[in-house]
């Protein structure tokens, strides 16, 4: 992630974690940091499709608050993106969907 980042100012990540199996201590409090960076920012850090499993253990720790569990964890992009779109004061939902995929094939 540091070397992705490397000379970005991102305000707002979103992690797509559909394939994350675990997720053990050190991997909670690295994305509490980086959610604490963005906050600093003005920003945050929305994390779609985490197993159940991982959303449930999260849950009942004290992380869950840190990475703003209720508001910041989604099952589905298409109510993450929503979210997020009403939350940056996004009116077009599609044009920001458009333009955001196509930054993101530019990677």
Known sequence: MAELSKGQR?????????GVN???IAGIEFLVAERNKLL???GDL?????KAHIRNKLRRSPYWK???GDGNLFESTYIAFRSV???LEIENYRQYMKHLFKDYNRL
């Open 40 to 42: 600093k920012r003005g």
């Open 22 to 24: 675990q997720l053990d």
């Open 46 to 50: 929305y994390i779609i499709g985490m």
């Open 85 to 87: 779109c009403k939350n």
């Open 10 to 18: 991102w305000q707002n990540l979103v992690i797509l974690a559909e």
């Open 66 to 68: 840190f990475l703003n």
